[in-house]
């Protein structure tokens, strides 16, 4: 029986850890005056777009893209909500940072909350620490993304299935299909809970299965960009993991591929670490384990298999993963009398004591090196942006060497129109003959680059990191183009 004064500490723990996490995640966040990686200037952009325009406009900011005549906006609840940080701060930036900020704070009060089902208040402090151990999680926890969202979903989702909440279950699903194109995975997700209740239990909820599909038709349906979505998760959720699988030559973002088997286990040690005691105790103990815990290490390991073919999903995989180590633990302890596990308890703890001192170094370490990264490159894409904002006529596109410049472009300088944003295949699947050009120009294969540029893309002003080969053409031929604005890492230009 634990005494009050016992219940009274542990709570405070619980409360005072969670405080110290929140903290040191505000901290990361303002080390930086720039948000940090791309995608965040292209989200509170769109929700700047929305707070001005409504759900209903065209998006001629990429002209080569199928953005242009079939946009559709596929985080709308998500931008929807980052909406009231743009009415009270003047400053895009800023605003962008508080809204992570408060994703942050939702997630963490929400992770905590399925914990304590779990745990007890000691332990479920001790569960907050595991995530900032992770350096994959960590940066990917500092960015403005509709994931952040979708992480929320999920593990209610997740949560709400379990349970046969399935009005919940139905409500999330509408959700889910408005906030991220990650919404499908909510359907092999009650495939699994199900078959794993039938298996455990003999029982087979259908409910479940109905609300889901529904849900996500319905949310689907009454998008506000119907029947755009739809070409949108036909593209985004379908050809882009294909052509990846197929090595279609796009330039897909690098989180799209795997990471070196090293470079895994080095920012996700305590994952691997955790999977090995699980292993280990279930082999020495067998530990029989309850419907939930079933669950939740499937559903974790779907996205365990996926992080081994796409780095993006790691992130997803450190929360199920300690939530069903939090429910697997649980199971451990029932048999057991508090007094009697505290000595095994307290091993555990040394041994992550000891594992985090070996690996938390070179984890933080990657971290650092991805912030100042970002700190560099984003402070030189804001100089650019507030450059050609002031000096390059409004209406006029803009040709940029490199997908992902648009983002930064179209957040800070929104008066004039780019070629595409997000991802190559909206402008392949609509242009693929201007795509290929334009791999042409980034490659530096093209004889004529300025004639590409002129008769192509129809372009004056244009855009290029100095790593692209089009830079040194660029410089080479000083009689079809001028160098108007130049720093260590790319320059403007003009062609004459």
């Known amino acids: 029986m634990v005494s009050a004064k016992e219940k009274w500490l ?127 999680f960590s940066f990917y926890f500092l960015l403005l993304r509709g994931m952040m969202a979708a992480n929320i979903l999920i593990i209610l989702g997740i949560y709400f299935l379990i349970h046969k909440r399935w009005r919940s279950v139905f409500l999330l699903s509408v959700v889910y299909s408005l906030t991220h194109l990650s919404f499908l995975i909510m359907i092999p997700f009650v495939f699994i809970c199900e078959v794993m209740r039938y298996l455990s239990r003999k029982e087979f909820f259908f409910r479940n299965i109905y609300s889901v599909i529904l849900g996500i038709l319905i949310g689907c349906f009454i998008h506000p960009n119907f ?76 996205y365990l298999a996926l992080s081994f073919f796409s780095v993006r999903f790691w992130y997803q995989a450190n929360v199920l993963f300690f939530i069903f180590f939090a429910s697997y633990l649980k199971d451990w302890l029932e048999n057991r009398k508090w007094r009697e596990a505290l000595p095994s308890v307290r091993i555990l703890f040394i041994s992550y004591a000891i594992i985090v001192f070996l690996f938390s170094p070179s984890s933080f370490t990657t971290l650092k090196m991805s912030m100042e990264h970002y700190m560099i490159t984003n402070k030189h894409y804001e100089q650019v942006a507030l450059w050609m904002r002031q000096h390059i006529p409004g209406q006029e596109t803009v040709f940029h060497a490199g997908g992902s410049d648009s983002s930064y ?9 780019y070629l595409f944003a997000c991802d190559p295949i909206y402008m392949f699947y609509r242009y693929p003959k201007e795509y290929i050009s334009y791999t042409d120009l980034q490659e530096g294969r093209a004889d004529n680059p300025a004639g590409i540029l002129r008769k192509v893309f129809k372009v004056t002003y244009g855009y290029t990191r100095k790593t692209i080969v089009l830079y040194q053409q660029i410089i080479s031929d000083p009689h079809n183009f001028q160098v108007l604005y130049e720093d260590d890492i790319g320059i403007i230009f003009k062609i004459l």
């Open 10 to 136: 542990s709570t405070f723990v619980l409360i005072s850890v969670f405080l110290i996490v929140a903290a040191y995640f505000i901290c990361l966040q303002f080390i930086s005056p720039t948000l940090y990686e791309v995608d965040g200037y292209y989200h509170i952009a769109v929700s700047n777009f929305l707070k001005n325009s409504g759900p209903h406009y065209q998006f001629r900011w990429c002209q080569f893209s199928t953005f242009k005549d079939f946009y559709s906006d596929s985080d709308f609840l998500f931008h929807l909500t980052i909406i009231p940080f743009l009415i009270f701060q003047d400053n895009i930036i800023l605003a962008a940072k508080y809204a992570v900020i408060f994703y942050n704070i939702v997630f963490l009060l929400i992770y905590l909350l399925l914990l304590k089902k779990y745990l007890p208040d000691f332990l479920a402090a001790c569960f907050l620490l595991f995530l900032p151990l992770s350096s994959a």
């Open 227 to 302: 029947p755009n979505n739809l070409l949108s998760i036909h593209l985004n959720v379908f050809l882009v993991p294909l052509y990846s699988a197929w090595n279609v030559p796009l330039r897909f973002g690098a989180e799209v591929y795997s990471s070196s088997a090293k470079a895994g286990f080095t920012n996700n040690f305590a994952v691997f670490f955790t999977l090995y005691l699980v292993f280990w105790n279930m082999f020495l103990e067998r530990t029989k384990v309850n419907f939930d815990t079933l669950v939740w290490w499937a559903c974790s390991s779907l």
């Open 409 to 417: 472009f179209i957040c800070l300088n929104p008066k004039n129109n």
